[in-house]
């Protein structure tokens, strides 16, 4: 490949910055890696903190990237911002037209720079790094500026064995492939952490990229650098063959579709009228439920107004239960009181008759005996037979009423 061509002027950002054809913003992306990579799409970000990861231990180590948009590559930048992981030696770039594709051509070996900082190698290159940058102009923009910008005295390209090692280089970038590019880590010293293999490419419709000749292989070719105008209309004739056999496939896919949909919405629309019945039968049930809701709540406030009435009817007969209480109590009271009055009643009539039945036994005795007269004792006696059948009266009348 050309380490030089002429009249390259890399495509530029609004802020003046270079094109990064490799950016997940513009539409870059990693399409596959090996299954021991981790954070493998981190490699096409700016953030400083995330990266790639890959154990020392791994064997085969890469990355496919494809870019944002078919390019001429003519160098790329890498770096590893992460210090607590070994540095890249040596790797391996290869690229493809085409991806998936068996043959890859090889671009060139590298040796990188144990350092923490970004390196520019001539030849597209992605790496396992924190970033990764690819600068470089259009294709085809490049070839209508040589057709249009005359060059008087074009100087002979000069060809780098893609085979031979090249370190980094401080130089202004030039140029760029398109395509698909692969790295490879072989063995250093240095390299004592980790270290994938990328890959990094546009994704093309394998049946239609093994027809179309490959322009860069073209403008290799070429001693002076300098691309002409047929082979321009080749690659414009290539982009229009490639969109038609898309599109084709794309009507293909659009019909694979409708025929799908077609036999998919019958059962779509039983599945539909399956569900609406159960809907409906569902809100058939929560409609009776909220039926039963209201009853079961008219219920229950009917239960706590029964509830209200019968706790105030008990509030009351134990009230009037407690007034009953004080009442017996105070009969009971009085009772006792005039069973204590019946008794002393009693006991006083008892004795009054005791008294009485002494003094007639003593006045008949002492008539018998002729110690009194028997009219004066008749006297007497009927003033104490009297007197004990008052307390006789007494005693009965009281027994009888106890």
């Known amino acids: 490949m050309p380490s030089q061509l002429v009249n390259i002027t890399h495509h530029l950002e609004p802020d003046g910055t270079e094109y990064n054809y490799a950016s997940v913003s513009k539409g870059a992306k990693v399409v596959a890696h090996n299954k021991e990579a981790k954070g493998a799409s981190n490699i096409l970000g700016k953030d400083h903190d995330k990266y790639l990861r890959n154990a020392c231990s791994v064997g085969e180590k890469f990355v496919v990237v494809e870019l944002a948009e078919e390019t001429l590559v003519d160098a790329i930048k890498i770096a590893n911002f992460e210090h607590y992981s070994s540095n890249v030696k040596e790797f391996t770039l290869s690229g493809s037209l085409s991806y998936p594709t068996e043959k890859w051509f090889l671009l060139g070996n590298f040796v990188a720079a144990n350092v923490k900082h970004a390196q520019s190698f001539k030849l597209p290159e992605p790496k396992w790094v924190s970033v990764f940058e690819v600068y470089g102009v259009d294709a085809?923009?490049?070839?209508?500026?040589?057709?249009?910008?005359?060059?008087?005295?074009?100087?002979?390209?000069?060809?780098?064995?893609?085979?031979?090692?090249?370190?980094?280089?401080?130089?202004?970038?030039?140029?760029?492939?398109?395509?698909?590019?692969?790295?490879?880590?072989?063995?250093?010293?240095?390299?004592?952490?980790?270290?994938?293999?990328?890959?990094?490419?546009?994704?093309?419709?394998?049946?239609?990229?093994?027809?179309?000749?490959?322009?860069?292989?073209?403008?290799?070719?070429?001693?002076?650098?300098?691309?002409?105008?047929?082979?321009?209309?080749?690659?414009?004739?290539?982009?229009?063959?490639?969109?038609?056999?898309?599109?084709?496939?794309?009507?293909?896919?659009?019909?694979?579709?409708?025929?799908?949909?077609?036999?998919?919405?019958?059962?779509?629309?039983?599945?539909?009228?399956?569900?609406?019945?159960?809907?409906?039968?569902?809100?058939?049930?929560?409609?009776?439920?909220?039926?039963?809701?209201?009853?079961?709540?008219?219920?229950?406030?009917?239960?706590?107004?029964?509830?209200?009435?019968?706790?105030?009817?008990?509030?009351?007969?134990?009230?009037?239960?407690?007034?009953?209480?004080?009442?017996?109590?105070?009969?009971?009271?009085?009772?006792?009181?005039?069973?204590?009055?019946?008794?002393?009643?009693?006991?006083?009539?008892?004795?009054?008759?005791?008294?009485?039945?002494?003094?007639?036994?003593?006045?008949?005795?002492?008539t018998l005996f002729g110690a009194a007269q028997s009219g004066e004792v008749g006297q007497k006696s009927r003033g104490w037979v009297l007197i004990l059948v008052s307390s006789s009266m007494m005693i009965f009348i009281t027994f009888l009423c106890s």
């Open 140 to 366: 085809i923009e490049r070839m209508l500026e040589d057709l249009i910008v005359a060059n008087e005295d074009p100087t002979p390209g000069k060809f780098v064995n893609p085979n031979s090692s090249s370190m980094p280089s401080s130089e202004p970038i030039d140029r760029k492939i398109k395509g698909e590019l692969q790295i490879g880590v072989g063995k250093g010293t240095e390299n004592t952490g980790d270290a994938p293999i990328a890959r990094v490419g546009m994704t093309k419709d394998p049946a239609a990229m093994h027809k179309i000749p490959d322009p860069v292989v073209e403008v290799r070719q070429m001693p002076t650098g300098r691309i002409p105008g047929d082979t321009v209309l080749k690659i414009l004739m290539q982009k229009v063959r490639s969109l038609e056999l898309n599109l084709s496939v794309l009507e293909e896919y659009i019909k694979e579709l409708n025929r799908r949909e077609g036999n998919v919405l019958p059962e779509l629309d039983k599945e539909l009228s399956r569900i609406s019945l159960l809907l409906e039968k569902s809100r058939a049930e929560i409609k009776d439920l909220l039926e039963w809701k209201e009853i079961t709540e008219k219920g229950i406030t009917d239960l706590e107004s029964w509830k209200t009435a019968v706790s105030s009817q008990v509030q009351e007969l134990a009230r009037e239960n407690d007034m009953l209480r004080l009442d017996v109590k105070k009969v009971v009271t009085e009772q006792s009181s005039l069973e204590n009055k019946e008794l002393a009643v009693v006991a006083v009539s008892f004795s009054i008759a005791c008294v009485a039945v002494l003094k007639l036994v003593s006045d008949r005795v002492l």
